[in-house]
């Protein structure tokens, strides 16, 4: 369950979390993303409608890699006692491993490791079985944001749209920060996108949450 009060820092980090890995794979890819599937979709799309549908190849493997990773994290809070903190220690993994492998030089198994992460992320707030909080898309967000300026203009609550903002930003921030650390490392920019899931991560142990 999502707490706001509680909650909503740890949702802030992790979207930026989100938004660097992102930021990462995008670069990396020329133009596919690894956390942002709605993207993906469309260009996969438009990709099977040209004369050379072969393109559409890898984001559909990057849709079905998010996929998989979603039911993993799925599956892991089904038989694994500990909710969100045995996701994040998955996060965590996976972004290590990327780490790892893309020091070995298998910067395709980094990148579909670095893709699963993102689609295990996605499970760290869920309620009865649904992600109560998207943390890898913003469109809902975003959505929901503008509803709330929307009420805040008819005398609703001034600042309920902050925290969707706020989730928004951190997004937007991470992606700045991948960017920024890509071009100085390249895929090695993965280690502190792991380094910070860690940190994470033991904030959900702290919290222990469901």
């Known amino acids: 369950m999502f707490r706001p009060r509680r909650d909503q820092p740890l949702a802030i ?12 794979g995008f670069l990396w ?11 993906n979709s469309t260009q996969m ?15 559909l493997g990057i849709v ?21 903190a045995a996701v994040m220690t ?13 020091a070995f030089g298998q910067t395709t198994l980094a990148i579909c490791a670095a893709t699963l992460a993102m689609g295990v992320e996605n499970s760290v707030f869920e309620h009865d079985g649904e992600v109560s909080v998207g943390l890898t ?24 749209w902050v925290p969707n903002f706020l989730r928004w930003l951190g997004l937007v921030a ?20 792991a380094a910070v899931a860690a940190v994470l991560t033991v904030v959900t142990f702290v919290q222990a949450e469901d």
Do not use: C, N
């Not at 890819?29 to 993207?39: K, N, P």
């Not at 920060?177 to 090695?188: A, D, E, S, T, Y």
């Open 13 to 24: 980090f992790l979207a930026g979390l989100a938004g660097y890995v992102d930021a990462i």
């Open 137 to 160: 898309y913003m469109t809902g967000t975003l959505v929901k944001m503008a509803q709330h300026m929307a009420s805040a203009m008819m005398g609703g609550p001034p600042l309920g």
């Open 90 to 102: 998955l996060v965590t993994a996976l972004l290590t491993m990327a780490g790892a492998l893309q």
């Open 64 to 84: 079905g890699l998010f996929v998989v990773g979603v039911i993993l994290a799925t599956l892991l809070r089904r038989v694994v006692r500990g909710g969100r």
């Open 45 to 59: 799309g438009v990709e099977l409608s040209s004369p050379d549908w072969a393109h559409a190849a890898v984001p």
């Open 174 to 193: 991470g992606a700045v920060i991948g960017g920024f650390v890509f071009r100085q490392l390249g895929l090695g920019a993965l280690w502190p996108a």
């Open 29 to 39: 890819l020329g133009g596919v993303f690894i956390s942002f599937m709605s993207g």
